[in-house]
């Protein structure tokens, strides 16, 4: 069985940093290519980043492009998202997902229970 | 940037009722459509992908067609646990998601 289980959201005050993690078992982690999506408190879902199985090919939502860096650890199954110059805007549940694919598709068939980024002074 | 939108926003219908939801793209994506379902306080589940193949384990009474710019999610028979809100996904190239559709019991 899939297990995305996120960690590291918390309150930060504008301007500050926040680190994310994923760890992820129950598959062949280095398989899959892996993203983060977001959901503001009572709207809908919004793609923030993505990074291939190899970390070969990233992507980022132009709303946090700049801020934002993604990364993974294959020997550790693990994926990462570090959020830099946090916004009052990025506040949201963060959910780890898993790709269909190796590489970036962005068909989202497995999500962890997701992790609660507060951005408030 | 494609533009995904759904129709409707909300709807209520009654138990057994044929639904149906529509999702149209501001370009032509060809099928790269994928159909989530997201219940109240749970976690976005995928129903279908290449806008007409159901994802493994989703019950047969879901099912999707379109291509191009216009999509339908279709219940053919509406159960209490299908309550939840539904979003389209383009994917394939930067992923945009519609705005969703709050379905509910009348």
Not at chain 2, 7 to 25: F, H
Request: glycine share 10%.
């Amino acid at each position: 069985e899939v297990q995305l289980v996120e960690s590291g959201g918390g309150l930060v005050q504008p301007g500050r940093s926040l680190r994310l993690s994923c760890a992820a078992s129950g598959f062949t982690f280095d398989d899959y290519a892996m993203h983060w999506v977001r959901q503001a408190p009572g709207k809908g879902l919004e793609w923030v980043s993505g990074i291939s199985w190899n970390s070969g090919s990233i992507g980022y939502a132009d709303s946090v492009k700049g801020r934002f860096t993604i990364s993974r650890d294959n020997a550790k199954n693990s994926l990462y998202l570090q959020m830099n110059s946090l916004r009052a805007e990025d506040t949201a549940l963060y959910y780890c997902a898993k790709d269909s694919f190796s590489r970036l598709e962005w068909l989202f068939d497995d999500w962890g229970q997701g992790t609660l980024v507060t951005v408030s002074s | 940037d494609i533009q995904m939108t759904q129709s409707p926003s909300s709807l209520s219908a009654s138990v057994g009722d044929r639904v149906t939801i529509t999702c149209r793209a501001s370009q032509g994506i060809s099928n790269y459509l994928a159909w989530y379902q997201q219940k109240p306080g749970k976690v976005p589940k995928l129903l279908i992908y290449a806008a007409s193949t159901l994802q493994s384990g989703v019950p047969s009474r879901f099912s999707g067609s379109g291509s191009g710019t216009d999509f339908t999610l279709t219940i053919s028979s509406l159960q209490p646990e299908d309550v939840a809100t539904y979003y389209c996904q383009k994917y394939n190239s930067a992923p945009t998601f519609g705005q969703g559709t709050r379905l509910e019991i009348k």
